[in-house]
């Protein structure tokens, strides 16, 4: 059985570490770089390549290249490469195949088991991605880490005697987390976790292209964003200014022979300040106040507890960033306490050590984690006397500490009912439907009886990789079915903090029927319509969030005003 190393996939990049004699140390490519770009391509002679040398056909061979597949994890997406189509999985087994053979070049033995670190905010479908992607290259997953939490365990593993409260946030290329733990005496607990799946630096890339792309057009009458390699070469030269512009306040942008304009060729060159760029990410950045304030709350904590603030990820070197985490904190980040490219993977390591017995229980140091989403099943349900089908009823809230089973009892609602469909979900929606559908099963054999009569218990399993087991058992008879909800392909609808409502644009249109609503929420004068109207506001503060079309936040309110009327004249 191989040594364990730790592996941080990430979105733009991906690194590889291992404990050895107590202290991870971060293992280089075949290039000798210690971060290694996440790119998978094919080669001239039709080859699987990987990190640098599959960068480096970017601008040349896009159509043959894929780069930031992370965020398409757990998706039905495929992506093309080299003509053919491959999933997400599938470019991330190559990925790793690279780094496993790294592993092996430099430490001159077998690698076949891993930890790979994750976003918190990864859902059951992106996590069994992750573990798919492992096998498909070769390694047994023993372990998926949170990334927040392998950066604390970088931290803690050094300063095991500090007791403090510490919140951690960790922006990179693809993904936002947030995540508050507290540490005393060598114990790392996480209290809550919450983030951004579609958040990072590509976005800041994104803004820059927008920005350069729109000049162009106003000055040439050009669209180029048909053009894949204009558009590889565009990308990163904004990657270049992105970096350049977190030391310089001025950096240039040329691109000679960017495009034709009455077949003559001409260059695309722009100006870009720091003060220009900061503007165009400050919507990115302000929106990450909302994970914050959540993490704090579900932690029960205020800003004023946090005695240290860790930032990882690479675009936490952006001064804007910076300045953000401070006004919002109220705290100054201290830089220099991890690296914010290099500390997840180091975590993943330590991690990796712990699991292979590397430190002692005497010495060592223990980590509880959270999980991130509420899960739970749709169930019948009476509401306001009436029957609904299609409420959500809780198992495992979020951010309960894991690894947790926890059970409900259901009765059957049916006069000698023999079967039961038990739905899975992910969410916070009171009406099931509306959540992200894990996977269901049949639990068959119940014995005839009167309408609840017969009961049937389910039980929740989160294990520590955040992997979610379900098992309906038969009371009377002690018949069950255990399975692990196989939802890998399922196309999950992003999750998202809605407190933030109320700033989003074209929010006070909203706000009077909100508020009514909220307010009969609260005093329990909904009746039969709770769900619909919990529900119904919910989707008007996504929409709003979420950037939803005029058109379709107006039915909700419609709808929304339509029950509220029916409330009145009842």
């Known amino acids: 059985m191989s040594r364990i190393i730790g592996i941080d996939l990430g979105t733009s990049t991906s690194e590889l570490a291992i404990l050895e004699e107590g202290v991870p140390h971060v293992i280089p490519n075949h290039l000798g770089e210690y971060i290694t770009p996440s790119v998978v391509g094919i080669s001239d002679e039709g080859d699987i390549i990987a990190g640098s040398e599959a960068a480096e056909q970017l601008l040349l061979k896009p159509e043959d290249t894929v780069m930031e597949v992370k965020r398409l994890m757990g998706s039905n997406t495929k992506v093309s490469m080299g003509g053919e189509e491959y999933t997400p999985q599938e470019i991330s087994s190559y990925l790793l195949k690279y780094l496993i053979q790294c592993a092996e070049d ?11 670190t994750v976003p ?5 479908t992106q996590r069994k991605a992750v573990v798919e992607a492992g096998k498909l290259a070769g390694i047994k997953v023993e372990r998926i880490i949170n990334e927040p939490t392998a950066a604390a365990l970088d931290y803690g593993i050094d300063h095991m005697e500090e007791c403090n409260n510490v919140l951690v946030y960790d922006l990179g290329g693809g993904t936002l987390d947030v995540t508050v733990l507290e540490m005393f005496e060598g114990v790392l607990e996480v209290k809550a976790s919450s983030g951004n799946n579609r958040l990072g630096g590509k976005d800041f890339d994104n803004s820059l292209m927008d920005y350069c792309l729109d000049s162009f057009l106003s000055k040439y009458g050009v669209d180029v964003t048909n053009d894949k390699r204009a558009m590889m070469r565009l990308k990163k030269e904004c990657e270049k200014c992105k970096i350049a512009l977190s030391t310089e306040q001025e950096y240039g942008i040329v691109l000679p022979f960017f495009a034709e304009v009455k077949r003559k060729p001409v260059s695309l060159e722009e100006g870009i300040e720091r003060q220009l760029f900061e503007s165009l990410i400050k919507p990115y950045i302000d929106s990450t106040r909302e994970p914050i304030q959540r993490a704090l709350q579900d932690a029960g904590l205020k800003k004023e507890d946090i005695d240290l603030i860790l930032l990882v990820g690479g675009s936490t070197r952006i001064p804007y960033v910076r300045t953000f985490i401070e006004t919002e904190l109220g705290k100054a980040p201290r830089s220099s306490l991890v690296d914010p490219d290099l500390t997840v993977v180091r975590g993943a390591s330590i991690q990796a050590g712990i699991l292979d017995d590397k430190i002692s229980n005497e010495d060592g140091i223990m980590i509880t984690d959270v999980c991130p989403y509420t899960l739970g099943v749709s169930i019948l349900s009476y509401i306001g006397g009436i029957p ?54 049949r639990l ?16 929740f399993t989160y294990d520590a990789n955040g992997i979610l087991q379900v098992e309906g058992t038969i009371i009377s008879t002690g018949k069950k079915v255990d399975i692990t909800i196989e939802t890998t392909g399922v196309e999950m609808s992003e999750e998202i903090d809605l407190d933030g409502w109320k700033d989003a644009p074209g929010s006070r249109r909203y706000r009077a ?36 079309k005029k058109e379709i936040l107006n039915e909700y309110k419609e ?12």
């Open 388 to 441: 609904d089908n299609d409420v959500f009823d809780v198992i495992i809230p979020r951010n309960t500490t894991i690894p947790v089973t926890k059970e409900k009892i259901y009765g059957t609602v049916h006069d000698n009912q023999k079967a039961v469909n038990i739905e899975v979900f992910q969410g916070e929606n009171k009406r099931a439907s509306t959540n992200n559908f894990l996977g269901k099963f």
């Open 513 to 548: 029927v909100i508020n009514k609503a909220e307010k009969l929420l609260e005093q329990g004068e909904t009746g039969f319509y709770e769900i619909d109207i919990d529900t119904l506001v919910k989707q008007i503060k996504r929409g709003l969030l979420m950037g939803e």
């Open 444 to 459: 068959d054999g119940i014995p005839p009886a009167p309408e609840f009569q017969q009961k049937v218990k389910v039980g």
């Open 559 to 570: 709808d929304l005003f339509e029950i509220l009327y029916d409330l009145e004249d009842d």
């Open 120 to 124: 918190a905010y990864f859902s059951d």
């Open 106 to 116: 430099h430490l001159d033995e077998k690698i076949d088991r891993g930890v790979i």
